[in-house]
């Protein structure tokens, strides 16, 4: 777990940087950009796509981790919109919250549910 954490610390400094920089060098229009090369049909076009549809796959993920809530929805239109930026920090944080066990970081509000079924197929 430690290496996941520090891992994710270095992807949220580097994101950010990255962010900085791209935002210093070509303004904050990125959605612009992202929907222009989204039409252009080409590679550039296709890395976006599965990008997109991945940052869809873990907001999902985010919201059914944490209950469907009001913060999950929450949670996932921050992922899909920020990306790295926001999820990094998330899963960082979840590991804490999960004091390292994974599959609380991976099922969230639905490891007690898990643990309960468990327990009573005892």
């Known amino acids: ?23 210093a060098s070509q303004g904050i229009n990125w959605l612009a950009v992202a929907l222009n090369d989204l039409v252009a049909l080409n590679w ?5 796509t599965d ?7 873990t907001a999902v993920w985010i919201a059914w981790r944490e209950g ?3 913060k999950g ?14 999820g990094f920090p ?3 944080w979840a590991t804490y919250q999960a ?7 991976l099922l969230g509000v ?6 309960d079924s468990e327990g009573s197929n005892e």
């Open 99 to 105: 004091n390292g066990d994974p599959t609380l970081v």
């Open 73 to 86: 929805y929450a949670f996932a239109f921050l992922n899909i919109f920020l990306g790295g930026m926001f």
């Open 68 to 70: 469907l809530t009001t």
């Open 44 to 48: 550039r076009s296709q890395f976006d």
């Open 1 to 23: 777990m430690k290496v996941l954490r520090v891992f994710l610390v270095a992807s949220t400094v580097l994101i950010y940087a990255v962010t900085l920089l791209a935002t």
């Open 110 to 115: 639905h490891a007690s549910q898990r643990r």
């Open 51 to 57: 990008f997109l549809v991945y940052l869809i796959l």
């Open 90 to 92: 998330y899963l960082l």
